[in-house]
């Protein structure tokens, strides 16, 4: 059985800030206005990137969906720019040209899906509309001016001395610290022809996209009927696995959630850890060819020595009444405020557990009880078996909605995949791959018999 993760942003042009349709503003900087970027391009900015072929549009219709070199590299500049990639260094060369084609399949879905919202009347704003846009935006540019804050300080002189927590900056200070942020970011974002305007514009458009999606999707439902017949073939997977390979059912962690096998317990555990250069020393002996076991063992046990005292008065405390947690935050080599209070999922025939851990815990005959100093390659152990482990209604519960919530996310995913798709074939989008960078998909290419051209269009420059 299939278990997907929805990616509806995926289908949504302008997800985040990188998308929309940018008024980049280039500065031509050769004879043959070819925009200032490295010799891997061969495209000018007025050169049309991507067009349409449908007879049944008209030259202004068909205007529209034009998208420049100039559209395409700007927004795509910025965004191999935020991801710290070189799109000249061999090293990123299949990234470089995955963004090139994310960015012009983002701008070309952001066409046809602000058509559409035309179409619907879904592109007028109401005033509660622009105050929900210019919120996002203003947090999006917050966020953008945050993130020049050590930059801004060094420009201005100030030291971490003279903002640092403890030390509270004045008003004045922070309004200027705040006002180079912002001169900052605008001179970073020039750098691609970009401006905070056309942050709003791409802030705007996502607005209006969510609009189009929300519509097709106002008649997807998941029922109840569904998320049951996902769990129980779920639950089937998951005996199946097991009955063929303990690992392979734990390698799973779905199956986790719908069905556990019986005799799985939940531990706690201390761990009195060796120094990592013996545990690493201990291991490596193990694996050699013709090891000698015994003396390996007999190793262990010297290095063990040396921490058994700390694991004596960690089980003594443990076993004479004292909080179980307690001696964990105390004494556990493994111990994590993350993880506090959290117990161990041990499933029946694990083999992803010391053997002798394994033996120590099923010799445990009731929740609660604690075993005795148990010597590892890593260390002494102390195993508190806790309770068998088995799924509350509770947790099977939640576990539904989240299956209910990611079939409805993979629902809209393909509605809204399926919609552009057809969109996209009603005007018949192509591009030019070769300006662009990136080859052809596989599929387009087997699909289509013709050389791969460009339109009147771009042809044109």
Do not use: H
């Not at 559209?71 to 795509?76: K, L, Q, S, V």
């Not at 879905?109 to 704003?125: F, R, S, T």
């Not at 030019?432 to 460009?454: M, V």
């Amino acid at each position: 059985m299939k278990k997907t993760t929805a990616s509806v942003a995926a289908v949504l042009a302008c997800a985040m800030m990188f998308t929309g349709c940018s008024d980049s503003l280039f500065e031509s900087s050769s004879e043959d206005n070819t925009t200032s970027v490295q010799s891997i391009w061969t495209a000018k900015d007025e050169d049309i990137v991507a067009w349409v072929t449908s007879d049944s549009l008209s030259a202004e219709e068909k205007e529209y969906y034009d998208i420049t070199f100039k559209d395409f590299y700007a927004e795509y500049a910025f965004t191999i720019a935020n991801y710290g990639l070189d799109e000249t260094s061999s090293d990123y060369e299949q990234y470089a040209k995955y963004y090139r084609k994310n960015i012009i399949d983002m701008l070309s879905n952001e066409k046809l899906i602000l058509k559409k919202a035309e179409e619907l009347g879904l592109d007028k704003l109401t005033e509660d509309d622009m105050k929900e846009i210019d919120k996002a935006y203003q947090e999006n540019l917050d966020g953008w001016y945050e993130t020049f804050e050590t930059k801004a300080k060094e420009a201005l002189g100030m030291t971490d001395d003279t903002t640092s927590s403890e030390t509270e900056i004045s008003d004045d200070d922070k309004a200027k610290l705040l006002e180079k942020e912002k001169e900052l970011f605008k001179d970073y974002i020039s750098g691609f022809g970009l401006t905070e305007e056309v942050f709003l514009k791409w802030q705007t458009n996502t607005f209006i996209q969510k609009k189009v999606l929300d519509y097709i999707y106002k008649d997807i439902v998941i029922t109840d009927e569904q998320v049951d017949e996902y769990v129980t073939k779920l639950v089937d997977e998951a005996k199946e696995a097991y009955k063929k390979n303990v690992s392979s059912y734990e390698s799973d962690s779905e199956y986790q959630k719908v069905w556990l096998p019986e005799g799985s317990r939940n531990i706690k555990y201390i761990c009195i850890k060796l120094d990592p250069s013996d545990a690493a020393e201990l291991s490596a002996a193990r694996n050699e060819s013709g090891a000698d076991i015994e003396s390996i063992n007999k190793q262990r046990d010297e290095k063990l020595a040396e921490i058994k005292s700390k694991a004596e008065a960690a089980l003594k405390k443990a076993t004479e009444g004292t909080d179980f947690d307690a001696v964990i935050k105390e004494y556990s080599s493994d111990y994590s405020e993350a993880t506090e209070g959290e117990t161990t999922l041990i499933i029946n025939g694990t083999t992803a557990m010391y053997d002798t851990l394994y033996e120590e815990l099923y010799k445990l005959e009731k929740p609660g009880d604690i075993s005795g100093l148990i010597p590892t390659d890593r260390g002494y152990y102390i195993l508190q078996y806790t309770s068998d482990a088995v799924l509350t209604d509770k947790e099977i519960a939640e576990y539904k909605a989240e299956v209910k919530e990611t079939l409805t996310a993979n629902e809209q995913e393909e509605t809204a995949n399926s919609a552009i798709e057809q969109w996209r074939n009603d005007v018949g989008y192509e591009y030019d791959y070769t300006k662009l960078n990136f080859e052809k998909p596989e599929e387009e290419t087997s699909s289509d018999d013709s050389s791969e051209g460009t339109s009147d269009a771009s042809s044109a420059s």
